[in-house]
Structure formats: C-alpha cells, structure tokens
C-alpha cells in the first residue's frame, strides 16, 4: 500500500504556480520523498527528490519541512504540457527500484 | 538522451496465449525492473532484477510471469497463459543503481490486450 497521501485532482491555469501537498505522516528516518509524472499512456518520469528543506531542479521545487510529515512540489509557471498525474512516494534510502504509487494527483491545467 | 525502449507497443493475444513483452534498458543500467498498470488504475510493482536473477516480486508476480535476460542487452517478461484480468499497460525500467538520487527510467510501454 502507498504510505503517501495526496490530492486526488487539481486545477490550474497556464502561467500559475501549482503547489501539489503530500502528507507521510509515519516517514522512516531512512526514507527519501520522490515524484514521478506521469502523461497519458506514457511511463512515468522521475521529477524531483530530496530528504528534508529545499530541493530545486530545472523543472520542479521540492519543499520538505524538518519533521518531514508533508512534502509539497511546487511548478513554477505551468503550462497546458503540465498537464498530468503527479505520484509523491516514500523511497527507502532514496532507492528507485521497488516504488510504492499510490493514485497521484491529476493536474489539469487550463488555457 | 538515452532511453528505455520496448517492444511491441500495442499486442493482442488470445486468452491462454502466451504472450513475450520485450525491452531494451539503457545501456550502463544493472537493475531492471517490470510494473504493470491496467487501465485507470494505479501503477503496480511485478518484479526487480539484478545480476541475472530476480531480486524482489511482488504477490502478482505469481508463476505464469518469468523474466529473462536472454543476451546483454534485452530484458522480457513472459507470460505464460494469459488471462483476460492481464490486459495492461507493462512498463519496463532501468537504473544504473539502487541508491539515493539514481533515478530509474521508465519506457514508454506495451499495451497487451487479452480478448
């Protein structure tokens, strides 16, 4: 079972800022929080990692506060291309081998 | 930039058929891994693979499925009398490790439809 909580949808409009909260209230200290899209008929892809504080790529922003209970993924400027399912899972020393998702987040982004 | 293909991308087979989804990991990846997702349905686990054997399956991993890596560069997964509750997206993933901050690619998929 997915030991993550996330909204089930979200609307959004091109040029806003999305902000997708995910709740792990029992973490283990071992465990990393990652996101993964995933497009229509597509595999997923890997987004953004990170353990606690702030974690910033080229594509996404990763806010995880010190008791480490929620994470939230910010995307900056979304655009109709964003549109997609976002999976926050728990990842045991960061691993990306046996993943956990759970149903993700819809996001859908309006012109 | 390097990707995980797989092939084919859409396969139709009969019930009690058995079918042979095939895959291409990345080139430097050594863990390989098979998830499956049916149709409006959350992504699932099947099984890992490293060092030419398997190293986790989960519970629907059960005995019709087998992987093999038949030469250096190809990953299948087999499976053996296909039922109609098989019909699915598979994914194929490759990472070159398992530890923090490798990420694993996924392909973009075979859709196997069992009539």
């Known amino acids: 079972l997915a030991k993550t909580t996330q909204p089930i949808s979200m609307d959004s409009y091109e040029g806003q800022e999305v902000n997708i909260t995910c709740s792990h209230n029992?973490?283990?200290?071992?465990?990393?929080i990652t996101w993964y899209q995933q497009f229509p008929s597509q595999g997923p892809r890997f987004i953004i990692q990170?353990?606690?504080t702030k974690v910033t790529n080229e594509v996404a922003s990763l806010f995880i506060p010190a008791d480490r209970k929620s994470s939230t993924l910010s995307l900056p400027r979304v655009s109709l291309s964003d549109t997609a399912v976002y999976y926050c899972?728990?990842?045991?020393?960061?691993?990306?081998?046996?993943?956990?998702f759970g149903k993700g987040t819809k996001l859908s982004v309006k012109p | 930039e390097p990707e995980v293909t797989q092939t084919p991308s859409h396969q139709v087979t009969q019930m009690g058929q058995e079918v042979i989804l095939r895959c291409v990991p990345i080139?430097?990846?050594?863990?390989f891994y098979w998830y499956r997702q049916i149709l409006g349905q959350k992504v699932e686990f099947l099984v890992s693979?490293?060092?030419?054997?398997?190293?986790?399956k989960s519970e629907i991993f059960d005995d019709q499925f087998s992987v093999e890596r038949p030469d250096g560069s190809n990953f299948t997964l087999k499976i053996r009398s296909t039922k109609l509750e098989d019909s699915a997206m598979y994914f194929c993933?490759?990472?070159?490790?398992?530890?923090?901050?490798?990420?694993?690619?996924f392909g973009q998929g075979t859709r196997l439809t069992v009539v």
């Open positions: 993933a490759s990472s070159e490790g398992q530890g923090g901050g490798t990420e694993a690619f």
């Open positions: 029992n973490i283990a200290t071992n465990d990393y």
């Open positions: 899972l728990e990842t045991y020393g960061g691993s990306q081998g046996n993943l956990i």
């Open positions: 990170g353990y606690k």
């Open positions: 693979f490293y060092n030419n054997e398997i190293s986790e």
């Open positions: 080139s430097n990846h050594l863990y």
